[in-house]
Structure formats: structure tokens, C-alpha cells
């Protein structure tokens, strides 16, 4: 599978795009002009590209488009929004005129429902934005929504679905995983998980 991947260079994303490639699947490895792209996969194609301003040709050639990027905790509300609402999307957007297809949203626990009182309300608002437009986008997708994220490799012993302890821990190793998972995997379309790992 041609698989593209936002935030590639991420801390989640860059587990991903090794594991994917580590298991045969040819990476086209989305990335900003300044991210250092040295741990990519040798193979890994890689595509020059900003969220917020993205070219109508950004996802040519993907079978499955994977967003696992962010704005990042440090931003603005604005950056917040212009990056994890509109830029997925706008991802959403380029994947399914591309014929894509499917599409996995990396999204996060609270994303359903976002607590106004929250001091994440503007970001889970952001990501419930983008999950429900992926969901009306008429394309094939998975949305996984880790609780916690630990920069942990984890053992790949994970839980998903209701049963999932909303207080638990998520390693990004894991998380990687599920989307890797969630990219070729039919038994996991169109539905929204939660996750968590359990050791």
C-alpha cells in the first residue's frame, strides 16, 4: 500500500511511518520544510507540505492517508484550529479528490463530547470538528482516540473500545501500531475507537 502520513516526523507519526515500512507498505512521508526527516524510513517518499496551506495534488498517489499530526500543546487557539480542524480537513478533502481509500484520524479521548471547561476545550473541540467532516466525507475511515500519550515504545497490549479506562495511558508505540493496523485492516472500517495500553 502507498501510504501517506501528516505529521510524519511526529513522535507518533514517526513510529508509524518505520513500523509501516518495516512491514512492506511504501511511505510517502508528509512533512514542513523545517522538520528533520533523518529517522524516516531509507525508502520513504517524501512530500514538502504545510496543513494549513495545502496543494490540491498533496495526496496523489496515497492509497490510505493517515493524519497523525498537531498543532502541538505550546500553540495558539488560532494554530490550534488552523492545524488539527482545518487542516485535517483539508487533508480530508485532497484524500478523497485523490481517490484514496481510506482515511485514518489519529484523534484523542474527549473528542466525542469536548468539556467546555476544559483546559483542552479548544483543542478537543478542534479534533471533534475534524472526526465528524471525516465521518460525512463519504470516505472510508478509522478514527482512534488514545487516552493519555506516554513517549513509551509499549508491548502492544492494547484495549480498544468502550472498555477503555478514560484516566489510562496510551504509549505512542502502541498508538502507532493501531493506526498502522487501522491502515490495512477491513474489520476496523468505519468505525471510532478508544485506546489505551494495558502494560
Given at each position: 500500500?502507498?501510504?501517506?502520513?501528516?505529521?510524519?516526523?511526529?513522535?507518533?507519526?514517526?513510529?508509524?511511518?518505520?513500523q509501516?515500512?518495516?512491514?512492506?507498505?511504501?511511505?510517502?512521508?508528509?512533512?514542513?520544510?523545517?522538520?528533520?526527516?533523518?529517522?524516516?524510513?531509507?525508502?520513504?517518499?517524501?512530500?514538502?507540505?504545510?496543513?494549513?496551506?495545502?496543494?490540491?495534488?498533496?495526496?496523489?498517489?496515497?492509497?490510505?492517508?493517515?493524519?497523525?499530526?498537531?498543532?502541538?500543546?505550546?500553540?495558539?487557539?488560532e494554530?490550534?484550529?488552523k492545524?488539527?480542524?482545518?487542516?485535517?480537513?483539508?487533508?480530508i478533502?485532497?484524500?478523497a479528490?485523490?481517490?484514496?481509500?481510506?482515511?485514518?484520524?489519529?484523534?484523542?479521548?474527549?473528542?466525542?463530547?469536548?468539556?467546555?471547561?476544559s483546559?483542552?476545550?479548544?483543542?478537543?473541540?478542534?479534533?471533534?470538528?475534524?472526526?465528524?467532516?471525516?465521518?460525512?466525507s463519504?470516505l472510508?475511515?478509522?478514527?482512534?482516540?488514545?487516552?493519555?500519550?506516554?513517549d513509551?515504545?509499549?508491548?502492544?497490549?492494547?484495549?480498544l473500545?468502550?472498555?477503555?479506562?478514560?484516566?489510562?495511558?496510551a504509549?505512542?508505540?502502541?498508538?502507532?501500531?493501531?493506526?498502522?493496523?487501522?491502515?490495512?485492516d477491513?474489520?476496523?472500517?468505519?468505525?471510532?475507537?478508544?485506546?489505551?495500553?494495558?502494560?
Amino acid at each position: 500500500m502507498n501510504v501517506l502520513i501528516a505529521g510524519s516526523t511526529g513522535n507518533t507519526g514517526l513510529r508509524l511511518s518505520n513500523q509501516l515500512a518495516d512491514a512492506g507498505h511504501h511511505v510517502i512521508a508528509l512533512h514542513r520544510g523545517s522538520s528533520d526527516t533523518s529517522k524516516l524510513p531509507e525508502n520513504a517518499q517524501l512530500r514538502q507540505a504545510d496543513l494549513t496551506d495545502l496543494s490540491d495534488e498533496v495526496c496523489e498517489g496515497a492509497d490510505v492517508v493517515v493524519f497523525a499530526a498537531g498543532s502541538g500543546g505550546g500553540t495558539s487557539e488560532e494554530m490550534t484550529e488552523k492545524v488539527d480542524r482545518d487542516g485535517a480537513k483539508s487533508l480530508i478533502d485532497k484524500a478523497a479528490k485523490a481517490g484514496a481509500n481510506r482515511f485514518v484520524m489519529l484523534s484523542s479521548v474527549g473528542a466525542d463530547n469536548p468539556d467546555p471547561d476544559s483546559e483542552l476545550a479548544n483543542y478537543l473541540q478542534a479534533k471533534h470538528d475534524a472526526d465528524e467532516y471525516l465521518k460525512a466525507s463519504g470516505l472510508s475511515y478509522t478514527i482512534v482516540r488514545p487516552v493519555s500519550l506516554t513517549d513509551d515504545d509499549g508491548q502492544r497490549n492494547v484495549r480498544l473500545g468502550d472498555d477503555v479506562d478514560p484516566s489510562g495511558k496510551a504509549a505512542r508505540g502502541d498508538v502507532a501500531a493501531i493506526l498502522a493496523r487501522a491502515a490495512t485492516d477491513d474489520a476496523m472500517l468505519n468505525k471510532t475507537f478508544l485506546m489505551e495500553s494495558m502494560g
